[in-house]
Structures are given as C-alpha cells and as structure tokens.
C-alpha cells in the first residue's frame, strides 16, 4: 500500500540543471526523514543529501554541495532535489527514502530514475 516513485531523470548536459520528485502514497511523508541516494553501475549506493526535523539544516554529500537542494512540499506529501551544475559524475540512478525511528524503525524507497549527464 505504501508507494515512493520518482520522476525527473533523464539527459542532461553538463553545467544544466534538474529537479528530481518523489510523490509519496499510503504514508504521510511530513512525520518522517527523507533523504535522495544514487547508485551508479558497478558502484555502491551512497547518499546524496537528507533532512529531517532533529536537524537544523539539510546535510550534503561534499560531492554535491553547492551545487543540490534538498526541499519537501507537504501539501503534495512529496519530496524534490534540484541539482544545478550537473557534472558527469553525477551519472547514476538516484532513490528517494523516507525513514521514521522509533519502537518500530520505518524504511521507504522508490523505484528510482535515472540521470544521465553527458554532452
């Protein structure tokens, strides 16, 4: 019942800019941590950014900071990051999560959307 999926991938340039979602359904996304990973081939997934009320700002992988932003629209129960000057490093496929800690430990992931930098 309860869904991630995300959508705004595809080919960009590089110096270009995207914004990636992530539309949450069964679950209310404003009680829980969110956070954007990506995976690229043959490499192992690593996170790229999250956010949650315990913190008083988004934390960035260095990789990306700078240049992401991580951001969440309750009324939608939806999450975004908006990358600018996109590298080809940034190549991967990239995940939205949302986790909720607690007695009972919650753990959400989308299907995720691949991006693609090149010229």
């Known amino acids: 019942q309860v869904q991630l999926v995300e959508s705004g991938g595809g080919l960009v340039q590089p110096g270009g800019s995207l914004r990636l979602s992530c539309t949450a359904s069964?679950?209310?996304?404003?009680?829980?941590?969110i956070g954007w990973f990506r995976q690229a081939p043959g490499k192992e997934r690593e996170g790229v950014s999250c956010s949650s009320s315990s913190r008083s700002s988004p934390l960035y992988d260095d990789s990306v900071k700078g240049r992401a932003t991580i951001s969440r629209d309750n009324a939608k129960n939806a999450v975004y990051l908006q990358m600018n000057s996109l590298k080809p490093e940034d190549t991967a496929v990239y995940y939205c999560n949302a986790k909720k800690y607690g007695l009972v430990r919650y753990d959400y992931w989308g299907q995720g959307t691949q991006v693609t930098v090149s010229s």
């Open positions: 069964g679950f209310t996304l404003e009680s829980y941590a």
